[in-house]
C-alpha cells in the first residue's frame, strides 16, 4: 500500500520544539521530491518546506526560515521536519507530501498541486 504517515506532533509552549516523522512505504522514496504543508483552522493549506530526492536542495516558506529544518533519510524512507522557537501562529495540521509525478529532480516546489501523495496529517498546537 502506498502511503505517508506522519508524527511527532502534540501540544508545546511558545518557544519549544517538535520533530514530526513522516514515513513513506510502498513508493521508491528515494527518487521523489518531498514537501511539508501546513493547515491552520479557517485558512487554506500553505507551503512549509521542501527537500529534494538527494537532500541537494531545501527551500522554506519566509515564515519559518531559520527555525525549521527539513531533512531525509533515504535508507529509513522518512523525512524530518525539526522545529524550534516555536509560535503560536505554527500551529495547524502538518502534513508531508510527495511529487510522485517527476524523478531525480534538483529542484524544490511550494504548490499543493505540484505533490500527488498526500499523508494523513498531524495536529501542532503552540501554546502562548
Known amino acids: 500500500q502506498v502511503q505517508l504517515v506522519e508524527s511527532g506532533g502534540g501540544l508545546v509552549q511558545t518557544g519549544g520544539s517538535l520533530r514530526l516523522s513522516c514515513a513513506a512505504s510502498?513508493?521508491?522514496?528515494?527518487?521523489?521530491?518531498m514537501g511539508w504543508f501546513r493547515q491552520a483552522p479557517g485558512k487554506e493549506r500553505e507551503f512549509v518546506a521542501a527537500?529534494?530526492?538527494?537532500?541537494?536542495?531545501?527551500y522554506y516558506a519566509d515564515s519559518v526560515k531559520g527555525r525549521f529544518t527539513i531533512s531525509r533519510d533515504n535508507a529509513r524512507n522518512t523525512v524530518y521536519l525539526e522545529m524550534a522557537s516555536l509560535k503560536p501562529e505554527d500551529t495547524g495540521v502538518y502534513y508531508c507530501?510527495?511529487?510522485?509525478?517527476?524523478?531525480?529532480?534538483?529542484?524544490?516546489?511550494?504548490?499543493?498541486?505540484?505533490?500527488?501523495?498526500w499523508g494523513q496529517g498531524t495536529q501542532v498546537t503552540v501554546s502562548s
Open positions: 527537500i529534494t530526492w538527494n537532500a541537494g536542495r531545501t
Open positions: 507530501a510527495a511529487d510522485q509525478r517527476r524523478t531525480y529532480v534538483s529542484v524544490t516546489y511550494t504548490r499543493a498541486n505540484d505533490y500527488d501523495l
Open positions: 510502498g513508493l521508491p522514496f528515494t527518487r521523489y521530491g
